[in-house]
């Protein structure tokens, strides 16, 4: 773990060194006499030797010091990007949450009468949810519910009317990746001849499901609630950027589009420790769902 | 062949998807030939011409006849990301083999390398490369394929780690094979299957890739059709000419779905081991 964040460092540190001429002038543009350029180079460090720049910027980086946006001068990239985390991860979260609050009983339904009403439901979603893009299913709830029936707001942000759309289109593929892991992975246990032994000493179907078929499901069901956070956070790319949500998708969009090269640089290592974070939070689940996992 | 032939239960939803998707290829390759239109002629006295006898779809918000830009954007669409997957799955299947089969170093020092391309969530590879290299068709090519290979080496990894220990490996040498010959003519053909299978299944989220660059505008540059960028074109246009929005859609969507399904179907006559409970 600790060389690949020390990786991803090198890479992020060489990415801004892809800027077509440095920093300085893009700040100056065409004002600015040789001389103030030079002191802007000297004070940002840029007259250093590579090496001793990286160990600087790692340093930055350990004091959450990411530097100033080139696209709006003067403005901290901290200060940019501090409420676009916190929506997005409040977009993702509740997507997330609501594909697995409806993903997983209509999962368990579907294994539990395979061939049946919800089953086949359950198949058409998962293939609508895995085949459909993201801005494809957007521009089908717009064109529905906020242009035909006039329910909901196109775009934007701050009231609660705002969450539905983007929660709802961020949810999709979540929800349906959820359901066809639980359909196979519960369908796959209910022949297990332990599930045959607790029917025949007369458990319920209820506590067969609940107490045997899940915690046996449970880790291939963490698994793709995990993947399933991670789509929902590079869905948000499309997604906020159509319901103009002004979270991390939309500010990594525009930065590349802006070439604003700091603030890249920063969206690229939060969205690193987020995937890292989420990977340790699961292995960590891994343990405490199944006893039989141990990290020594 | 005959051997997955006869394996084979065809169902319809692979019929059906080979169905659509060579109905789709047709268009794509034959309209843009006879098609009267441009794909970039501006018509400004045509624009939104709705269904008619010339405009077998109608037109954009340009004027530009939709059905040629469907079809145009289709076959961009298609080869970028035939193209892509191809790269890919060379790039991976020899990554694949060489880490499985030299095992120590190699092995250590190319999986690391593919930890680092995993780690990175796919989409945001994608803008990266293609955002900050520019939005060429080729460079498009190479980020695809740069997001892809490493899980397909990953796979043929673990296949050629298995394959190595096998008797005709070691019967081979025996004979005096060397290295390069094992991997050439043993270990590749034993993994030509699996590899055709990934690759198969790769394509559909391949295009899907492809079209979310493009609808952000980081990816097939206009006036150049593609359906991402023509549902983002059409977004503005939502309200009053829905038409140039769902076209392209329906045809996207036709088409990863088609591809899903004869993804399954190749990997269920192919694969055994893969088939679906």
Known sequence: MVPLVLGTTLLVFALGRLAPGDPVQILFGDRGDAAAIARGRAQLGLDRPLAEQYV???GRLGRLDLGVSYAYPGKPVGELLAGAVSTSLLLGMLAVTLALAIGLPLGIASALWPGGLIDRLTRFVTLVGIAVPFFVVAAVLVLLFSLRLGWLPVSGWGELRHLVLPVVVLMLRPMAYIMRVTRLAVSQILVEDFIRTARAKGLGPGAIVLRHALRNAAITIA????LSLSLAFTGAFVTETIFAVPGMGRATVTAILQRDYPTIQAVVMLYTFLFLA??????????????????? | MSVARRRTHIDSRTVGGVAVLGVLIVISVLVPLVSPYSYRTQRLDEM???????HWLGTDHLGRDLLTRVAYGGGISFLVSGTAVLVQTVVGVAVGLIAGYFG??????????????????????LLLVTGLLGPTLLNIVLALALSGWASMARQIRAEALTLRTRDFVAAARALGATDGVIVRRHLLANIATIAMVRASLDVGP???????????????????PSWGAMIAEGFSHLRTHPALTVIPSVALS????????VGDGLTEALDPRQRRR
């Open chain 2, 48 to 54: 939104f011409g709705g269904v008619s006898g010339q």
């Open chain 1, 56 to 58: 600087r910027f790692l």
């Open chain 1, 223 to 226: 698994t793709t609630a995990g």
């Open chain 2, 254 to 261: 036709l088409a990863v779905l088609a591809l899903t399904f």
């Open chain 2, 206 to 224: 391949v295009i899907l890739s492809e079209s979310t660059l493009s609808f952000l505008g980081i990816g097939i540059q206009p006036p150049t």
């Open chain 1, 278 to 296: 989420l990977n340790l939070i699961l292995d960590c689940l891994y343990a405490a769902l199944d006893p039989r996992v141990r990290y020594s």
């Open chain 2, 104 to 125: 120590g170093r190699t092995d250590a020092a190319l999986m690391r390398l593919t930890d680092v391309i995993l780690a990175f969530p796919p989409l945001l590879l």
